[in-house]
T-cell receptor, first 109, second 116 residues
Framework: GQNIDQPTEMTATEGAIVQINCTYQ??????LFWYQQHAGEAPTFLSY??LDGLEEKGRFSSFLSRSKGYSYLLLKELQMKDSASYLC??????????WGAGTKLIIKP | GAVVSQHPSWVICKSGTSVKIECRSL??????MFWYRQFPKQSLMLMAT?????????EQGVEKDKFLINHASLTLSTLTVTSAHPEDSSFYIC????????????FGEGSRLTVL
């Protein structure tokens, strides 16, 4: 079956770095997405990886290893506003998104 | 700015009534839109894929007669929750992607439905 695993909750300190891991199993693969979702709001796009390696975009970076079925989202210089849920989603061979349950990130001063 | 707009953002209705939620793509024609439901502290659950000019494709376990989807134009899809019950109270979100692109999904603002 198709499956996405990511931690349920993580806590980090303002100004620090945090890495949110995601492993996936899909029928075929057409890319890995990360979305940010603040409570009560719709998700917003953070990144898309389809090739192995690290993609850096400001304070956020996303990494993909297709052979390992693994991705991570790296957040640097954490700010209080980064407190949110982070959703990992893999696109299968039919271009359908398989969603993880999300990782709730709590930032402490 | 927003490229997908959803309306209404909040709706409260009585049990047994029907509620319509609209999803519009603002600056592109969306042949495909997606409808999700999200319960508190849970991830998005895909309900159905809305295809312009044809019937929606519903996910397993989603009642077609209860959640009516109409994608009558290239910029508008509607979800109607018929005979709503308190257990239908949830956050409903739509999304769309630009034609011929397999990348980013653009999400609407979401609609929070409360059925009394």
């Amino acid at each position: 079956g198709q499956n996405i695993d990511q931690p349920t909750e993580m806590t980090a300190t303002e100004g620090a770095i945090v890495q949110i891991n995601c492993t996936y199993q899909t029928s075929g693969f057409n890319g890995l997405f990360w979305y940010q979702q603040h409570a009560g709001e719709a998700p917003t796009f953070l990144s898309y990886n389809v090739l192995d390696g690290l993609e850096e975009k400001g304070r956020f970076s996303s990494f993909l290893s297709r052979s390992k079925g693994y991705s991570y989202l790296l957040l640097k210089e954490l700010q209080m506003k980064d407190s949110a849920s982070y959703l990992c989603a893999a696109m299968d061979s039919n271009y359908q998104l398989i969603w993880g349950a999300g990782t709730k990130l709590i930032i402490k001063p | 700015g927003a490229v997908v707009s959803q309306h209404p953002s909040w709706v409260i209705c009585k049990s047994g009534t029907s509620v319509k939620i609209e999803c519009r793509s603002l600056d592109f024609q969306a042949t495909t839109m997606f409808w999700y439901r999200q319960f508190p502290k849970q991830s998005l659950m895909l309900m159905a894929t809305s295809n312009e000019g044809s019937k929606a494709t519903y996910e397993q376990g989603v009642e077609k007669d209860k959640f009516l989807i109409n994608h009558a134009s290239l910029t508008l899809s509607t979800l109607t929750v018929t005979s709503a019950h308190p257990e239908d109270s949830s956050f409903y979100i739509c999304s769309a992607k630009r034609p011929l692109e397999t990348g980013e999904l653009f999400f609407g603002e979401g609609s929070r439905l409360t059925v009394l």
